[in-house]
């Protein structure tokens, strides 16, 4: 029986010379493939004939293949999103204008990092998603919850140990003590749609979008 299944990532970098020639580097290892996620955006018309609907045309417009991985490291970083290295192995963020790097970007820097630590920010929902290990530095939780406070209790909400002083937060680093196994629930209650099939679901999709009996296809 096939298996379904999702692995060995690769990718390639593309040059173009003067004449509009593109040229494909050797291949690359990206990284450990985790998740796929496809959606897919069509341009639909249709023909009219004898008082009724003859013909349904659907084309293809655009679509967006989304991959989960693991760790792409700093060099992948750099070459998918055209960020820079600096001297310190650290990705930054070009400017849109293609300017000097100007800022960080916290989305590129997340697959590059072995730990979270933030306070009261929604960046950890793209960090459970690459199961990323997380602090809580919430010095300040009193007052921030008398001024703002949260839609939920914020201590059975966060994915990860809460420290409230520096010597708590150096300490937890020093010794690992992230309180890991928070992140999976936390994945799982707030991406309940991702069960582990993407493939088998974008197979599924492509066979309904082209019409292709279910049998036609392998799974």
């Not at 991959?67 to 930054?92: F, Q």
Request: aromatic content about 10%; charged content about 25%; proline content about 3%.
């Amino acid at each position: 029986m096939a298996t379904i299944g999702l692995d060995r990532l690769y990718y390639a970098k593309i040059t173009e010379d003067a004449s509009g020639e593109e040229t494909y580097a050797s291949p690359v290892q990206l990284a450990k493939a985790m998740t796929a996620e496809l959606s897919v955006e069509l341009a639909e018309a249709t023909l009219y004939a004898d008082d009724g609907a003859a013909e349904i045309v659907k084309e293809f417009k655009s679509g967006t293949l989304s991959l989960g991985v693991d760790d792409i490291g700093a060099t992948a970083a750099s070459d998918l999103t055209g960020a820079t290295i600096d001297k310190n192995g650290v990705v930054v963020s070009a400017s849109e204008d293609g300017g000097e790097p100007d800022r960080y970007d916290v989305n590129d820097l997340l697959f590059v990092s072995s730990v979270l630590i933030t306070d009261y920010s929604s960046v950890v929902y793209e960090a459970s998603i690459l199961n990323l290990p997380m602090l809580f530095y919430a010095f300040d939780l009193e007052s921030y919850c008398k001024e703002r406070d949260f839609y939920c209790d914020y201590a059975s909400f966060v994915p990860g140990r809460i420290v409230r002083t520096m010597e708590e937060l150096t300490h937890a680093l020093q010794t690992e003590d992230y309180q890991q196994e928070k992140v999976a629930p936390f994945y799982t209650r707030n991406f309940d749609a991702t069960a582990g099939k993407a493939t088998q679901n974008v197979v599924h999709f492509a066979k309904e979008l082209l019409h292709i009996p279910t049998d036609h296809l392998p799974l």
